[in-house]
């Protein structure tokens, strides 16, 4: 039996991402789940931002962005960087984190998480709250440690995480289901 | 140290939805994972899917939409709906799935499932391989079963799975991270 609840955007789990992005002064890291996957071919992602975030004039002005994928051992880098703003903290240094240079976009990979998804924005669209960035995925980079001997993503390796923004929880996720 | 790959859906993890849709025959559900929150007010989600699909039809047809959110019992189901056509199977029957009223929309809940989002559609992009459904949240109906004393979801409760398209693997989600 189930309770109507008032309309909230209560799908779960979601992604976690920490997007980084070059900027006027330094480049910056925002930490974000309204992302997703959203069609195959061409390789194309979502990002939805609030336009009162002082990331979203960064990636407006950038037209690119990188889409790293923290493991738990950056989960209070993610969290530090989804709750500050990137005017009043450098978050690269205050996160301990590493920039590194990407192949197809001039925006800093995260060097410590274990995917970087380099993305360049194609349209943007006024959803309200947020406004929605439609990008083209150019390039991902794997850390090689969760690679197999054919090249292949070992998620067991990984230690991904998860948003529920529901409860507003992370969790980690536990065993393969088969 | 990474190794580059060719551009792909890297974002990971990702949800897992039941979509549910009226049809001209017969109600049909779609598993789908190219779905996310993008926008908190109004509440609104964003779904990508093929032209090709049965559904996609049924879904531009039709206006409106359920995201239903399995639980770990709606395992096998999920991935039954996911890979096979409604034009062949009926898949509420098959899958021995309860179609339940909405209260905003006209399409069955999936009364199984734990959570159900009632979901209009307000824009749809083409993107390439997949159109972009964007659509505004009408209600969220949660189980019973996973509010507490407060109304509030427990996530503990919920046994919810992910899925992660870089191995095509479903893992189940672990502990909550403090």
């Known amino acids: ?3 109507e609840k008032k309309p909230s955007t209560a799908v779960v789990p979601c992604p976690v991402v920490l997007l980084s992005v070059k900027g006027p002064e330094r480049p910056n890291i925002i930490t ?3 992302v997703a996957n ?3 071919k061409s390789p194309t992602v979502v990002v939805g931002i609030r336009p009162e975030r002082h990331s979203h004039a960064m990636v407006k002005e950038a037209g ?3 889409l790293n994928i923290p493991s738990t051992s950056q989960f209070e880098a993610s969290v530090f960087a989804g709750t500050r703003s990137g005017k009043d903290h450098d978050k690269f240094a205050e996160c301990n984190l590493t920039p590194s240079k990407a192949t197809k976009v001039d925006a800093p990979m995260i060097e410590e ?3 970087s998804i380099e993305c360049r924005t194609k349209e943007i669209h006024s959803l309200g709250a ?3 960035f439609v990008a083209e995925v150019l390039a991902v980079h794997i850390d090689d440690s969760l690679l197999d001997e054919h090249g292949r993503f070992d998620a067991a390796k990984a230690s991904l995480f998860t948003y529920l923004p529901l409860s507003a929880e992370y969790w980690a996720l ?3 289901m088969e």
Request: a negative charge; aromatic letters at 10%.
């Open 174 to 176: 536990g065993e393969q």
């Open 64 to 66: 690119e962005f990188v």
């Open 1 to 3: 039996m189930k309770r």
């Open 38 to 40: 959203v069609c195959s």
């Open 32 to 34: 974000l789940s309204w």
């Open 113 to 115: 998480c274990p995917i």
């Open 130 to 132: 947020h406004d929605l």
